[in-house]
């Protein structure tokens, strides 16, 4: 019998954004409020190492993201330029869009048992801490090698189907989409800021190998603290199921190093990337267009 066959994950992740704003920068500020209850928290392929990675990383985003917001919002009175101006006034409204739901999801794992919470703490002394002792343009060479990763990250999860197929939870789904492809959409802006303001290449390739350094142990540790607490740790199954989808020949992370290298070409820029088409389908798929919200 012939009919239509729905494909799940092309039709449960449209979330209508509540508002969007948009005064003269190239993209808009969305606030979304995304309903987290009863996420699945083995959200990727049914695995909790696989999972635990990602929310591990998740964990440091609304501490990470008000970094990204301190130091562009600190560099706002050294730009002249108005297009950067409203630029970097949508970059901050969208980065603290993203720390409120990443937020919101950590608060439904902690009602789950997986408190991430102590991480938290931990990434918001340290921002504090890089607030105080690092210059400006330190802050924002960081700023702009943490968007390289998240902007090639972004890139991958949006044209990879294979990564897509493995996140099973539509709320994980969208919520990931969405910030995607609004790291996408700001991409430049930390990258111009930082150009800006009289940053030149060896500090942001220093400031690249220095992040590059720091951040998988990071985030493995978190990850260890979360295994830990869902009583995971000796799940070998788990362990090489993650190395496998992160780490294998096709995996995650490996697919990420060829395009995370790019940024230490001199003339490296992060719109070189191209995006338009893919970021297109995504926000027809995610709702987010104000035509389809
Ligand atoms: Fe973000
Ligand atoms: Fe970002």
Redesign the pocket.
């Known amino acids: 019998m012939a009919h239509a066959i729905k494909k799940p994950h092309q039709e449960n992740i449209r979330h209508a954004p509540v508002s969007i704003h948009q005064r003269g920068s190239s993209f808009p500020v969305r606030r979304m409020d995304f309903e987290f209850d009863g996420l699945q928290r083995y959200f990727v392929n049914g695995d909790p190492a696989s999972s635990f990675f990602l929310t591990s990383f998740q964990a440091f985003f609304p501490e990470g993201?008000q970094f990204?917001v301190d130091s562009v919002r600190d560099a706002q009175p050294l730009v002249s330029d108005e297009r950067l101006l409203k630029e970097i006034s949508a970059?901050i409204g969208?980065?603290s869009m993203?720390g409120k739901e990443h937020k919101t999801a950590n608060e439904e794992l902690r009602r789950q048992g997986i408190n991430v919470f102590g991480l938290d703490a931990k990434a918001r002394w340290t921002r504090k801490k890089l607030n105080k002792i690092l210059p400006l343009k330190m802050r924002l060479a960081g700023t702009a090698a943490v968007?390289h990763y998240?902007a090639v990250l972004a890139e991958y999860i949006m044209k990879t189907k294979e990564f897509e197929n493995l996140i099973q939870d539509p709320k994980v789904k969208s919520l990931i989409y969405w910030h995607a492809m609004?790291?996408s959409e700001?991409?430049a802006v930390?990258f111009d800021v930082y150009k800006h303001v009289g940053g030149g290449y060896l500090l942001r390739a220093v400031a690249m190998a220095i992040v590059s350094v720091l951040i998988l142990p990071v985030i493995m540790s978190g990850m260890y603290s979360i295994m830990k607490q869902d009583g995971q740790l000796t799940n070998w199954k788990s362990w090489r199921s993650f190395a496998k989808t992160y780490f294998g020949r096709k995996g995650v992370v490996t697919a990420l190093l060829p395009d995370l290298l790019l940024y230490f070409k001199p003339s490296f820029h992060p719109m070189d990337s191209d995006m338009d088409s893919v970021m297109v389908e995504w926000k027809e798929r995610l709702g987010l267009n104000p035509a389809a919200a």
């Open positions: 993201e990204f970059f969208q980065e993203h968007e998240t609004e790291e700001h991409r930390a």
